[in-house]
């Protein structure tokens, strides 16, 4: 029996049932490797620990149902519910038919028997296999492509795109993954302080054979919890690039992951027209100069033909903005056609050094940059995002109870809840 490569988060207390399932997946040729492992009784996992397992991205889950079956069963239903929607195998002893009835309801795909096996383990995962890979083969758009584009040299498109999508993990706690498609002189991995082993090309010259395993090993974790894909070291490595490899690629991404921040390259090559077909919003990064505002004027019509919801979805953003510039912001919309979306405050001393100490400047979060970032980040996800608030929902109201000391009443046998 031949599996596709799953990435899956574990959370149990049971030293041996994770030791099992770490043997399993290394010795019995599964396609299973952890990416996240929550080494404590359900009734200690709380928002942290969820904002880590999403973070990490697993293509299903692995529940501990022993010790607290009640509570189990109230993560399984949020981790399956419409916010997160990931396959839950269960695992515990010998369940009573209520119990199973309970989890059926719940949405868990799989219940299996401690102590458990490798043909159950194996049998599980082929039965649940279409499941884990149907909305990446489908290649349906899923999370939001932003690509951020300068149409003149020098004017900080690279480190807006950084902080941003910094920013928009920090805020949203969602899935987000930078990429670098200036692959001749891509400088994404520098400003984030990173050496990367794979890159970008990699993933498309490999593309016929991805899935979730291949994809996490072209992927660099920066320490702000963000995931990249950076450009190549050498330039030669750009050449051959088509617009059909990157537009495919994007479409797969945006299936993995919550947010997609495309830094572009300062040309239409076909890798830039692909980004902006695949595109929910283009970021038009210019400085208030005459050179700068040119060239955005003749890029916008190429913008508008290419990008498939181009009204509303190309926003100019000033870089580098002081309210005394000789040129105004009215001058610049008048001069476009097209209303500013956001300003960035020049702190020149501030960026710079975090430009060569390749520590991105929305970390220190102090500087007016930063402050000004984050309000892009902002109004990029949406006041009314139903993601943002009381995001955890069931979840959420389970940790205060944990936290005060008390537990969820238990539920009857018809599901109710008694308290």
Do not use: C, W
Not at 69 to 96: K, M, N, Q, W, Y
Not at 172 to 191: F, P
């Amino acid at each position: 029996m031949t599996l596709g490569y799953f990435r899956a988060a574990l959370v149990s207390s049971d030293d041996q049932l994770r030791e099992t399932i770490h043997t399993l997946g290394r010795e019995q040729g599964l396609g299973l490797t952890l990416a996240a492992e929550f080494a404590m009784p359900v009734a200690e996992f709380g928002l942290p620990q969820l904002r880590a397992l999403q973070q990490a991205a697993p293509a299903l889950v692995l529940l501990d149902m022993e010790g607290d079956a009640t509570l189990a069963l109230e993560l399984a239903r949020h981790l399956t519910g419409p916010e997160i929607a990931l396959p839950v195998v269960a695992l515990g002893p010998v369940p009573s038919t209520d119990l199973l009835l309970a989890l059926l309801r719940a949405g868990v795909a799989e219940f299996l028997t401690k102590p458990v096996t490798a043909e159950a383990l194996q049998e599980a995962l082929a039965r649940i296999e279409p499941r884990l890979t149907s909305a990446a083969e489908a290649g349906t758009p899923g999370g939001k492509v932003v690509a951020v584009f300068s149409a003149k040299g020098g004017s900080g498109s690279s480190t807006v795109a950084a902080n941003l999508a910094i920013e928009l993990q920090r805020l949203s706690g969602r899935r987000t993954l930078l990429v670098d498609l200036d692959a001749e002189l891509g400088e994404i991995s520098l400003l984030l302080g990173m050496q990367p082993k794979f890159n970008f090309v990699d993933l498309l010259e490999n593309f016929h054979r991805v899935d979730q395993g291949l994809l996490s090993s072209y992927i660099e974790r920066h320490a702000s919890g963000v995931h990249l894909l950076s450009a190549p070291y050498t330039p030669d490595r750009a050449v051959g690039i088509t617009e059909e490899q990157v537009r495919h690629a994007l479409m797969y991404l945006r299936s993995a992951y919550d947010f997609v921040v495309v830094d572009v390259a300062k040309s239409f090559a076909p890798a830039t027209v692909a980004a902006f077909e695949q595109a929910d919003a283009a970021l038009l990064i210019s400085t208030v100069d005459l050179p700068s505002l040119r060239n955005i004027q003749r890029a916008l019509p190429l913008l508008r033909r290419v990008m498939p919801h181009a009204e509303g979805a190309v926003r100019l953003v000033v870089n580098r903005y002081n309210a005394d510039d000789e040129i105004s912001l009215k001058d610049v919309e008048r001069t476009l056609g097209l209303p500013v979306f956001a300003t960035l405050s020049n702190d020149y001393e501030a960026v710079m050094s975090s430009i060569n100490s390749g520590k991105p400047v929305v970390l220190n979060g102090k500087s007016p940059y930063s402050r000004d970032v984050r309000t892009l980040a902002k109004r990029l996800i949406g006041a009314d995002d139903k993601h943002g608030g009381d995001r955890q929902g069931l979840l959420g109201r389970m940790t205060d109870a944990f936290r005060a000391g008390k537990r969820p009443a238990p539920a009857d046998k018809g599901g109710k809840r008694h308290g």
